[in-house]
C-alpha cells in the first residue's frame, strides 16, 4: 500500500492560480523529491529537499521538507497551461533505504 | 547526458511467453531502481540495487519476476511466464548514490494479451 499520502488527488483550476499540493507519512524521511509527469513520459525531477525545514524554489516551484520529516509540500505560483500534468512527492524511508511514491496529484489548467 | 535509457519502449507479448526489459542507468550513478506503473495502484517499487548489488526486492510481485544487474551500466527486469495482469508501464530510474535525486527513463509499456 501507499507510505506516502498525498494530496489532493487533483486539482481542476483557473490559470494564474496559485497551487498547493502535500504529502504526509508516519515514517521519517531522509529526502523528498518531487516529481511531475506526462503522458507517455516518465517522472521528471523538479525540487530535491535534503533537510528537515529546507524550503527551495525553482522558477515558480517552491516546495518544503517539513520539520517532522514526515511530510512536504509543493506550491505552484501563477499557474499556466503548461502546468498540467501528474505531480508527484516521493521520498527516501529513514528506514529500508526505499524510494516511495505518492498516489500523484492530477493537475489540469483552464485558459 | 543521454539519461536513463530503456528498451524497448513498447512490447506486445502473448500470455505465457518470457519477456526481458533493459535499462541502462545514467553512468556513474550507483543506484537503480525500478518501478512498475498502473492506474489503480500507482508507481511500486519493485526492487532496487546498489552498487549492481540487490538490496530489497520485497516488491516484486511473484517469483514470476526477476531482475539482474551485471554490472554497473545494465540492468534487466524479466518476466516468466506473462500474464495478462503483468500489463503496465515499467520505469527504470538510477540515482548518484542512495538519498540523492533518482531520474527516471521514459518506460516501457508491457500488453499482455
Known amino acids: 500500500g501507499q507510505q506516502l499520502n498525498q494530496s489532493p488527488q487533483s486539482m481542476f483550476i483557473q490559470e494564474g492560480e496559485d497551487v498547493s499540493m502535500n504529502c504526509t507519512s508516519s515514517s521519517i524521511f531522509n529526502t523528498w523529491l518531487w516529481y511531475k509527469q506526462e503522458p507517455g513520459e516518465g517522472p521528471v525531477l523538479l525540487i530535491a529537499l535534503y533537510k528537515a525545514g529546507e524550503l527551495t524554489s525553482n522558477g515558480r516551484l517552491t516546495a518544503q521538507f517539513g520539520i517532522t520529516r514526515k511530510d512536504s509540500f509543493l506550491n505552484i505560483s501563477a499557474s499556466i497551461p503548461s502546468d498540467v500534468g501528474i505531480y508527484f512527492c516521493?521520498?527516501?524511508?529513514?528506514?529500508?533505504?526505499?524510494?516511495?511514491f505518492g498516489a500523484g496529484t492530477i493537475l489540469r489548467v483552464k485558459s | 547526458d543521454a539519461g536513463v535509457i530503456q528498451s524497448p519502449r513498447h512490447e506486445v507479448t502473448e500470455m505465457g511467453q518470457e519477456v526481458t526489459l533493459r535499462c541502462k542507468p545514467i553512468?556513474?550513478?550507483?543506484?537503480l531502481f525500478w518501478y512498475r506503473q498502473t492506474m489503480m495502484r500507482g508507481l511500486e517499487l519493485l526492487i532496487y540495487f546498489n552498487n549492481n548489488v540487490p538490496i530489497d526486492d520485497s516488491g516484486m510481485p511473484e517469483d514470476r519476476f526477476s531482475a539482474k544487474m551485471p554490472n554497473a551500466s545494465f540492468s534487466t527486469l524479466k518476466i516468466q511466464p506473462s500474464e495478462p495482469r503483468d500489463s503496465a508501464v515499467y520505469f527504470c530510474?538510477?540515482?548518484?548514490?542512495?538519498?540523492?535525486?533518482?531520474?527516471f527513463g521514459q518506460g516501457t509499456r508491457l500488453t499482455v494479451v
Open positions: 553512468s556513474g550513478h550507483n543506484s
Open positions: 516521493a521520498g527516501y524511508m529513514e528506514y529500508g533505504n526505499k524510494l516511495v
Open positions: 530510474a538510477s540515482s548518484l548514490r542512495w538519498n540523492t535525486e533518482a531520474f
